[in-house]
């Protein structure tokens, strides 16, 4: 598929004035339809959960805008083809005295009540208020698990500033320990006692020899030994050579 191609099925927003007019005015049905909706009462939108809905004859609606502000009839007529409404109640007359309806746009209006005569328009409400509550439910999720998530990550990010500063001071961390292992001193562990069976003595224990260190028995020995005297030595004599006569003489 070609660059061409794919920008071609990207529907792109149309931001120039004459082709949004041109849209609108050659609309089809369905769509035109669907641009006559005014807005709900506050009682109708938390009994269908639905803000706005496409108006029909029969609707009882309320003016909100204009000369002919809160007044309320029914609708007589609605113009798909210029987008207007006919409201029972809203007239003026004519030069030559005859009377018509005062068109208005669907947009100055609010229903107060519905026509609920077509099952079919039932059927809509009954499957809009399925979706939204469907899609609440899903929205609940995904905001148990963000608050879980959240809660995990400040879990990580108190570990890891304990963490620095552990790092930043280890001189007192080693004092604490030092403190916390001078008040509580190691307890040894009794060891368990050998049972005896009934009528027998127990075994008379075996003297074992203490066994030393090397070193120790070094400066044992030596404290006991008594120091040595030292022996004189010998006087030693000079030999002198016998005087024969010849010499003497």
């Known amino acids: 598929m070609s ?11 149309v931001t120039k004035p004459s082709k949004q007019r041109k849209a609108v005015y050659q609309a089809p049905a369905h ?18 959960l639905i803000r706005n809905l496409p108006v029909r004859t029969g609707d009882t609606v309320k003016v909100m805008r204009g000369d002919h ?13 210029k987008y207007r409404i006919y409201v029972e109640g809203l007239t003026r007359e004519k030069v030559d005295g005859t ?19 077509d099952k079919w328009r039932r059927e809509i ?13 899903v929205e609940e999720k995904p905001k148990a ?21 552990l790092k930043e001071k280890p001189e007192e961390v080693v004092e604490k320990a030092k403190e916390v292992v001078e008040e509580k001193p190691s307890v040894k562990a009794k060891p368990a006692k050998k049972r005896v069976a ?11 020899a203490v066994k030393t260190r090397p070193k120790a028995k070094a400066e044992e020995a030596e404290k006991t ?3 040595k005297e030292k022996r004189k030595p010998k006087p030693t004599t000079k030999k002198t050579p016998k005087k024969t006569k010849e010499g003497e003489e």
């Open 3 to 13: 660059d061409g191609e794919r920008r071609m099925q990207i529907p792109r927003p």
């Open 31 to 48: 769509v035109r339809h669907r641009l006559l909706a005014a807005h709900l009462s506050p009682q109708l939108r938390a009994s269908h």
């Open 69 to 81: 502000k809160n007044v309320e009839g029914k609708i007589s007529r609605v113009d798909l083809g």
């Open 99 to 117: 009377t018509v309806f005062v068109p208005i746009h669907p947009s100055k209006v609010m229903i107060t009540r519905l026509n609920l005569d």
């Open 125 to 137: 409400l009954e499957a809009k208020k399925k979706s939204l509550k469907k899609h609440a439910e």
């Open 145 to 165: 698990k963000r608050v879980k998530a959240e809660a995990e990550a400040v879990e990580i990010e108190e570990a890891k500033e304990t963490v620095e500063e």
């Open 198 to 208: 009934r009528g027998k003595k127990p075994p008379a224990k075996k003297e074992v």
């Open 225 to 227: 030994e008594k120091p």
